[in-house]
């Protein structure tokens, strides 16, 4: 079965930090790549995918992740971050015969403004 | 723009009472999932479905049973409550095939007393 794991669980930085958010998966075979986002109070969406093609994607508000697939990792980033990114952070995996991702322990990230 | 419509928002219930909690989708889609959120552990799918009647367990379905009657309708029921099922409940729902990107409600928090 796979897992993934979520390195940091508590993230607390100041505005204009830079981010990376650590995403390790365990499965061997061909796999689509998720990041998901919960902000206050708000449902969880998705904030990238990686099917195929360019390793490094981009997604929404300025985030961006790069599949490393000889590390079996999937690193959230951003350059520059807003009191607006304090939210929860999901890596999701699924094997690319399932319908069901697995999802990591999540990442609680806090930026003061 | 409503996609995922989960009926309660909070619930408070008694040990050993039944609870159901309802869940539709606007979009047509043929996978829905029942995940459990709890803080540090990420999110634990309980049940998933790909098809009208069709159900399979996921990582936690201990405590737990589901009903899908109509594609739009996934139904989540806990036959007598405990206290270790107070959680955060998210549905969500995707499509058959390709990405396989998940929609989420909003969840539904139950406390069991």
């Known amino acids: 079965a796979q897992s993934v794991s979520q390195h940091n669980h508590h993230v607390i930085l100041s505005e204009a930090a830079s981010l990376e958010l650590g995403c390790n998966y365990s499965y061997g075979g061909t796999v689509n790549l998720f990041w998901y986002v919960q902000y206050p109070g708000q449902h969880l969406q998705l904030l990238l995918k990686?099917?195929?093609?360019?390793?490094l994607v981009k997604g929404i508000k300025g985030f961006e992740a790069e599949f490393i697939k000889s590390k079996f990792s999937f690193n959230l980033r951003k350059p520059s971050v807003q009191w607006s990114d304090t939210a929860e952070y999901f890596c999701?995996?699924?094997?690319?015969?399932?319908?069901?991702?697995?999802f990591g322990r999540g990442t609680s990230l806090i930026v003061h403004p | 723009d409503v996609k995922v419509t989960q009926s309660s928002r909070y619930l408070v219930k008694r040990t050993g009472e039944k609870v159901f909690l309802e869940c539709v989708q606007d979009?047509?889609?043929?996978?829905m999932f029942w995940y459990r959120q709890d803080p540090g552990l990420g999110l634990r799918l309980i049940y998933f479905?790909?098809?009208?009647?069709?159900?399979e367990k996921g990582d936690i379905p201990e405590g737990y049973s589901v009903s899908r009657e109509k594609k739009e309708r996934f139904s989540l029921i806990l036959e007598s409550a405990s206290t270790n099922q107070t959680s955060m409940y998210l549905c969500a729902s995707s499509l058959f095939s390709g990405a396989n990107v998940l929609t989420f409600g909003a969840g539904s928090r139950l406390t069991v007393l």
């Open positions: 979009m047509d889609h043929e996978n």
């Open positions: 999701a995996v699924k094997s690319g015969g399932s319908y069901i991702p697995t």
């Open positions: 990686y099917f195929s093609g360019d390793p």
């Open positions: 479905s790909y098809d009208v009647k069709m159900k």
